[in-house]
């Protein structure tokens, strides 16, 4: 950033200057240090959009996209309904026409927050849902030196972006040490989304909180009633619970996940949502074809497994580098392997990351094919854009600055 003294916080509201040429390699230099990406990201921006929309997209994934959208369960109520209880209680709400069940409500923002003489920092995560306007909670606290119960204070990422300004509700001390409770109160913050979870329609299971292009990889592999659905990698349950919505409760979707607390996060919105037909196991899906035989001959796969999340937005940094890109890239292709394996004949794989690489994405799916007897199915609703691939295989990519979407990335592949 022009001008910008390391040790200062930036407010990351304030609009990074016009694009100039960045195609060398200190002009990914200088984009790293200006937008707080490491090297590796902004190579791979480059050479994917060249400069202008690189730059496009590291402005867009540092801000959180303008519509917060929310899919709507439709097993118990219509979108309509939804977005008019929403209207009723003050939200602009908006049904979003291109899909059956969604509904989205305006961000709004950014907002000059100001400053105030005490600083909290906040853990990375924590940092980017205050940065939207949620309140500071006290396992989010890295350090808050000096800060006294009643403080006016900022919250700044581990970088020092000024995220908001707030009430400090504990000392300083207090916050740092506890495990629950609110430590901050936001007051201003750059950003504004709707705080969902305190919704009534969320706590109804009426609404499940999931972004646009998560909603149409679902809509993608338009599960049937009566299909047995293995979701290798389900917490916290979005595409799971979207594929039993889809089934009306008939047929099974075997939700998987390998963390025990995050197997607990699914069953959390199975039950909120009032499902049926979704069992959850806890399990390492790299080993599934050996150690669970009754998921042999599935129809359909679901596998949204980690991936370096360059697509997240907001994010106020991003730190991973060239060796987390490749190992990231196998460890996906290890569970492809898997997927392939247990498939039956004809069967589907929905295969999604929120990452824009070429190697988790196009390059995964090409030696998917080469290798694992599955070819590309066309995808027959598509609001992003083509992927990378000579091959013209028709894999949607979800683009920040021409979706106003999180970077997300759709395959759909079926066992010949
Ligand atoms: N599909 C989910 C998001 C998945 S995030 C949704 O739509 O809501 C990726 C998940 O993969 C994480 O919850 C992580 O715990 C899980 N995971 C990572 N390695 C795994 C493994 N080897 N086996 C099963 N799950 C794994």
Redo the contacts with the bound molecule.
């Keep these: 950033m022009s001008g910008r003294k390391p040790a200062e916080p930036e407010n990351p509201g304030s609009s990074p200057g016009g694009p100039a040429s960045f195609n060398d390699a200190s002009g990914a230099a200088t984009l790293s240090e200006k937008y707080l990406f490491s090297p590796a990201a902004v190579r791979r921006l480059l050479s994917l959009y060249g400069a202008v929309r690189a730059v496009r997209i590291l402005d867009e994934l540092k801000t959180p996209p303008r519509r917060y959208f929310l899919r709507v369960n439709t097993l118990k109520v219509s979108p309509e309904d939804v977005a008019a209880r929403l209207r009723e209680e003050g939200f602009e709400a908006h049904v979003y026409p291109e899909l059956p069940d969604a509904i989205y409500l305006p961000v709004k923002g950014p907002f000059e927050v100001g400053r105030a003489s005490k600083v909290i920092v906040a853990r990375k995560d924590a940092a980017e849902s205050v940065y939207q306007g949620a309140n500071l909670y006290a396992p989010g606290v890295l350090e808050a030196k000096g800060v006294k119960e009643g403080d006016i204070v900022n919250v700044v990422s581990p970088r020092g972006q000024i995220v908001a300004k707030g009430l400090a509700m504990m000392d300083g001390e207090e916050m740092v040490a506890r495990r629950e409770g609110l430590a901050v109160k936001t007051l201003r913050s750059v950003y504004v989304a709707p705080s969902v979870r305190e919704l009534d329609v969320y706590r109804e299971g009426l609404v499940y909180d ?1 972004s646009l292009p ?1 909603m149409v ?1 679902g809509h993608v592999l338009s599960p049937k009633p009566g299909w047995l659905i293995v ?12 594929a039993a919505q889809l089934m009306r409760g008939e047929g099974r979707v075997v939700a ?4 025990e607390s ?1 197997a607990r996060r ?1 069953r959390e919105n199975v039950q909120r949502l009032g499902l049926r037909n979704v069992e959850v196991r806890v ?4 080993y599934l074809d050996i150690e669970m035989e009754d998921l042999a001959g599935a129809d359909a796969i ?1 596998l ?4 370096s999340a360059l697509g997240v937005r907001p994010s106020l940094y991003y730190e991973k580098g060239e060796r987390g890109f490749a190992s990231l890239a196998s ?1 996906q292709r ?2 492809l392997k898997v997927a392939a394996k247990l498939l039956r004949k004809g069967g589907l794989l929905l295969y ?1 990351t ?1 990452t824009l690489t070429l190697e988790e994405n196009e390059l995964n799916i090409v030696r998917a094919i080469k290798e694992l007897g599955l070819r590309v199915r066309v995808q027959r609703v598509f609001l992003g854009s083509q992927g990378f691939t000579e091959l013209g295989q028709p894999l949607q990519r979800f683009e920040p600055d021409l979706h106003d979407t999180p970077g997300f990335f759709v395959a759909l592949l079926e066992k010949s």
């Design positions: 999931q998560a990889a979701d290798m990698c389900a917490a916290p349950g979005g595409k799971a619970t979207h998987i996940d390998r963390s995050k699914i399990a390492d899906s790299r679901i949204d497994p980690p991936c460890y290890q569970f999604s929120c």
